[in-house]
């Protein structure tokens, strides 16, 4: 069944931001400065290093692998609690993705992360325009790494049961790849090449009533 409350558990490599609000703006603009690693698309967070610690002011090393996102706030505040009191700390992650590519209008990686932290299949296959008439719907393919390996899902679209899977949630990092209608491209082969043979048939007749015309004229 569908687990609409899983929470992605950070790992080394991520970048995650993390905001934190005091009662002192002098205290805000210190801590939030520190946050300097900017991704490719110009957001700021910190690097999950090779130890699993994010470096934060004041607090230093903060171990972060294996948890969630949710847990590390509440982490963060709890040890920010010797220094300054009431703080609020939201943290994202800022370098996921999920690849949507294949026979969809649109391809393209959707970043996620914030509001945008959880989505589903037939979210991302939106963003990515729908399939297209060349698309099987009840052939789309998930592609997930889980434990240092690539678990794949095929999930048919036509059937209402897909959103009861554990599948139709995606994770960050997740591939969706949109396979073609064998059966349909099958199909329009044929009458192409039925058109091709039509056309051809047409032409040649066509040539033999002008060639005969001329030789009786």
Do not use: C
């Not at 609000?21 to 939030?32: E, G, Q």
């Not at 130890?51 to 002011?57: A, E, K, T, V």
């Not at 948890?67 to 982490?75: A, D, F, I, P």
């Amino acid at each position: 069944m569908v687990n609409e409350n899983f929470e992605e558990l950070i790992k080394k490599k991520d970048v995650i931001s993390v905001n934190i609000s005091t009662l002192s703006l002098d205290d805000d603009r210190i801590f939030n400065a520190a946050q300097v690693l900017s991704t490719s698309d110009g957001k700021l967070g910190y690097l999950v290093d090779s130890n699993g610690n994010i470096q934060l002011h004041k607090l230093g090393a903060v171990h972060v692998e294996g948890l969630t996102l949710r847990q590390v706030s509440e982490k963060i505040k709890n040890e920010l609690g010797i220094y300054v009191k009431d703080a609020v700390v939201v943290t994202a992650f800022v370098n996921k993705k999920i690849l949507v590519f294949g026979e969809v209008k649109s391809p393209q990686l959707i970043n996620i992360g914030g509001e945008k932290e959880k989505i589903n299949v037939l979210e991302a296959l939106t963003i990515a325009g729908g399939v297209n008439e060349a698309g099987d719907n009840k052939n789309i393919l998930i592609i997930r790494e889980d434990k240092g390996k690539k678990v794949f899902k095929h999930l048919n679209f036509e059937d209402m049961a897909v959103l009861n899977s554990p599948w139709y949630n995606l994770k960050p990092d997740d591939i969706v790849y949109v396979q073609p209608d064998v059966e349909r491209g099958t199909a329009a082969d044929k009458i192409a090449k039925r058109q091709m043979i039509v056309s051809s048939l047409l032409t040649g007749v066509s040539l033999l009533l002008i060639i005969y015309d001329r030789l009786i004229k």
